[in-house]
């Protein structure tokens, strides 16, 4: 069969296990999670999408090895104003601002290293409110028109939680909160085990994908310390 036009292929832009991806204005852009970088392609519009092109790699291919690549990068999130890239095996969430219109947004790698920030964690993990340990998704609670904060929420996957983070600028340090989650492992209606993807109803209930404990907790606002079991797995033999 013809080979699908949508996602044009190439062995130099192959990926490796991408986790997440986010439209942005005209492009897509995918987090190439095995091969460590940030993929875009342009043509959202259009329902055709050009050939992929590399807009986040600081370091280059094996920038990975290095402290300022990307290592695993996983979650990916929109707000008006920028994006939030969780990179796990950093245990850091990056923000990469953006133009004031999607129509300046281009694809060159040098416009999104120049304004990537770290927001907060970096360097060893631990599981203190200054730091993450292996993240893996980050999710849009709410944004202030006025003041310009963006309240974002993470799976702070190793610490067994998830924090509530909200950015008010570079030369401020984030407010940080645990909103579910007790940093250790557990099984009651009050803890996780290794949380991953995060969504949020139309209700502003907090789903929280439970992942070793083979369920999935629903919380009914983001703060509520003791969740419900919205659907349980169950193993095949």
């Known amino acids: 069969p013809p080979r699908s036009t949508l996602f044009p292929y190439t062995t ?23 091969r460590c970088r940030l993929l875009g392609y342009k043509g959202l519009s259009t329902g055709k999408l050009s050939q992929p ?9 094996r920038g990975k090895s290095s402290p300022e690549g990307l290592k695993f990068p996983r979650g990916i999130c929109l707000t008006k ?3 939030y890239l969780v990179d796990s095996w950093s245990h850091r969430l990056l923000r990469i601002g953006l133009p004031d219109s999607m129509e300046d947004l281009g694809l060159v790698a040098s416009d999104f290293e120049s304004s990537l920030e770290t927001v907060f964690g970096g360097g060893m ?10 993240p893996t998704d980050v999710l849009v609670e709410s944004e202030d028109a006025e003041t310009g904060a963006e309240t974002l929420l993470v799976s702070d996957t190793g610490n ?3 924090l509530r983070l909200t950015y008010t600028g ?15 492992a557990g099984a009651g209606p009050h803890e996780l085990n290794s949380p991953a993807c995060l969504t949020l109803g139309d209700d502003g209930a907090l789903f929280v994908a439970d992942t070793d404990n083979q369920r999935v907790q629903r919380f009914p606002t983001v ?9 349980k797995s169950t193993r095949l033999n």
């Open 81 to 83: 104003k920028a994006v």
């Open 125 to 134: 993990p631990g599981g203190g409110l200054d730091k993450m340990r292996f």
């Open 53 to 61: 092109e590399t807009v986040l790699q600081p370091g280059g291919r």
């Open 170 to 184: 570079k030369d401020a340090s984030p407010k940080v909160e645990v909103v579910c989650g007790t940093g250790i």
């Open 160 to 162: 067994h939680r998830v």
């Open 12 to 34: 130099l832009f192959r990926s490796l296990r991408p986790m997440d991806m986010v439209a942005c204005g005209d492009i897509l852009l995918v987090v190439d999670t095995g």
């Open 223 to 231: 703060g509520t310390k003791e969740g419900v079991t919205d659907r």
